[in-house]
C-alpha cells in the first residue's frame, strides 16, 4: 500500500499526545501528514468539517465499513470514530509521512492490518501528573476525570503492544524523541 510510512499515536487522556504531535508536525515542516478521523458524534462548536474530523451519520458509516473504506475503526459509547483508508493511501503512496493519533483499540487493529506501522505510546511520566494535567485544563467534572483516569491506567497496561513508549515529561524532548524514531524508520 506504501512507499510512505504509517506511524499510530496513542496514549491516555492527558498524556499530551496532541501536543507532541502538533511540535513533530511543525518540525516535519509539510514531509508529514495528519490523517482526519470520520465520526458519527455531533459537531461540536468551534470543530470545522475536514479538520478536526469528518462529520458523517451512522448509514453512511456503516456503509464505508462494508465497503471497505476504513483503516480502522471502533465504537465508542453510541458513535462511530475511524480512519478513512483513502486520504492515508493517497498520502503514503506520494512517500511521505503518516501520522494516526488514534485510541489504543484502532493502535490493535493498525497492528493487524498494517505491521509494518511504526507504533508509539506517548505516556505521562507518573499518574499523579496525568491527573494534574486532567484538573489542570478545567474542561470536565470530576466524574469525567475519574473514568479518563480509570481509562488510563488500562491503556498505560497495554503500552507494552507498541515499538516505542515515549514519556512526555518535557515537551521537547518527546518531540525530539518521536522525530528521531521517525527518521531512523525511514531510513530502513
Known amino acids: 500500500?506504501?512507499?510512505?510510512?504509517l506511524v499510530v499515536l496513542?496514549?491516555?487522556s492527558g498524556s499530551g499526545k496532541d501536543t507532541v504531535l502538533k511540535g513533530v508536525l511543525e518540525k516535519m515542516d509539510g514531509d508529514a501528514f495528519l490523517s482526519v478521523s470520520m465520526t458519527t458524534r455531533a459537531m461540536r462548536r468551534g470543530e470545522r468539517e475536514g479538520v478536526d474530523?469528518?462529520?458523517?451519520?451512522?448509514e453512511q458509516f456503516q456503509k464505508n465499513i462494508e465497503n471497505d473504506l476504513m483503516l480502522?475503526?471502533?465504537?465508542?459509547?453510541?458513535?462511530?470514530?475511524?480512519?478513512?483508508?483513502?486520504p492515508v493511501k493517497d498520502v503514503l503512496k506520494s512517500g511521505k509521512t503518516v501520522f494516526l493519533n488514534i485510541e489504543v483499540q484502532g493502535g490493535a487493529n493498525i497492528r493487524r492490518l498494517m505491521p509494518e506501522a511504526v507504533q508509539i505510546f506517548i505516556a505521562p511520566p507518573s499518574r499523579d501528573e496525568l491527573e494534574r494535567r486532567l484538573r489542570k485544563r478545567g474542561t470536565e467534572s470530576e466524574e469525567c476525570i475519574c473514568e479518563r483516569l480509570r481509562i488510563a491506567e488500562e491503556e498505560m497496561r497495554r503500552a507494552d503492544e507498541y515499538d516505542f513508549v515515549v514519556v512526555n515529561d518535557v515537551l521537547e524532548d518527546a518531540v525530539e524523541e518521536v522525530l528521531s524514531i521517525v527518521k531512523h524508520a525511514v531510513k530502513q
Open 72 to 86: 480502522e475503526y471502533a465504537k465508542y459509547g453510541s458513535n462511530y470514530y475511524g480512519t478513512p483508508i483513502g
Open 53 to 58: 474530523y469528518f462529520f458523517v451519520s451512522k
Open 1 to 5: 500500500m506504501n512507499n510512505g510510512l
Open 10 to 12: 496513542s496514549g491516555p
